[in-house]
């Protein structure tokens, strides 16, 4: 039976940490070396929040700590609290208030450098940074960013979501190998051989294969530029959005049309929730961009 919270008990910023600490590290000695503090410290500081929130959110069954369910839930929003504190604090950001967009890996296609340019023509006093991060919604969820550009749905539960175009989908290829010589290409033609499927913060799944004919194999990795690596050095083949082939060219890999493959809806993303003053803005900037009135 759950508890429920407790009641009268003041929780605060250095809880927090503790325990992205130990979410990070997935062992109390390395948080507790982290934060320089001694481990029963951490463990009482862990203990401490979990009596306040009434849920376990530490799996201490095994060496390496895990987080439940519950726990990994608490995560982002410990981590978005905690980047808004440190933020907040910061005393470049009180002079100068920049605008964080993050992204996964192509930004805004073809219309990143005309929204970076018309964004310092009209607002040289909000710095507009562009920042990769490698996880599903480009640090939009942990706080590390005010707004983000994302392809493919999102469902994650907060996040508000504006379609701003649409991209190909194209197949990313060994240069030297047999389907590099080919001028497009379709889904099936990839299932022979293992398919690369970047599984933090890229959009392709098995599900873009009808269920009757799916890939033989496939090679998970992290990020983009391992996606990159194993296709150049011949592990497989990939699926990605039509920029990644303008944003992300590679000796060893060759481009493809994919004839048969959905397009892949390009999203302006932010929180359900009060943020940056000049989001609006941002967001009008670039429905005019794609428009074709800023190119």
């Known amino acids: ?166 991209e190909d989908r194209v197949a990313a290829v060994t240069a030297d190998g047999p389907l590099a010589a080919r001028t497009s290409l379709r889904l099936a033609d990839l299932t022979d051989g293992p398919v690369v499927l970047n599984t933090v913060s890229g959009i392709t799944t098995l599900d873009l294969w009808p269920p009757h004919d799916r890939p033989a194999a496939t090679l998970t990795v992290a990020n983009t530029d391992d996606w990159l690596t194993a296709i150049a050095a011949g592990r497989g083949s990939g699926v990605s959005a039509a920029s990644t082939a303008a944003m992300h060219p590679h000796t060893g890999v060759a481009y493809r049309p994919l004839d048969d493959a959905p397009a892949v809806p390009v999203l302006l993303a932010r929180r359900d929730a009060p943020g940056h003053p000049a989001l609006p803005e941002l967001a009008a900037l670039a429905r005019e961009i794609v428009g074709g009135t800023r190119i």
């Not at 009268?8 to 590290?25: K, N, P, Q, S």
């Not at 203990?47 to 799996?59: N, Q, S, T």
Request: proline share 7%; hydrophobic share 45%; no cysteine.
């Open 1 to 166: 039976m759950n508890p429920g919270p407790a009641v009268g008990r003041t929780i605060e910023l250095r809880h927090l940490r503790a325990f992205l600490a130990v979410a990070d590290e997935g062992n109390v000695t390395r948080a507790a070396a982290r934060l320089h503090l001694t481990q029963p410290a951490v463990s009482r500081t862990l203990a401490a929040l979990e009596k306040h929130l009434g849920v376990r959110l530490v799996d201490r069954s095994t060496h390496h700590l895990a987080l439940t369910p519950e726990g990994t839930a608490f995560r982002d929003k410990a981590a978005a609290a905690v980047a808004a504190f440190d933020e907040a604090l910061d005393p470049d950001r009180l002079r100068h208030w920049p605008l964080r967009i993050g992204h996964a890996w192509s930004a805004f296609g073809p219309y990143t450098t005309p929204l970076l340019r018309a964004w310092q023509e009209n607002h040289p006093e909000t710095p507009l940074e562009l920042l990769r991060i490698d996880d599903r919604t480009a640090g939009l969820t942990r706080g590390e960013v005010d707004a983000a550009l994302l392809r493919g749905p999102v469902a994650t539960p907060g996040l508000v979501t504006e379609v701003l175009f649409t």
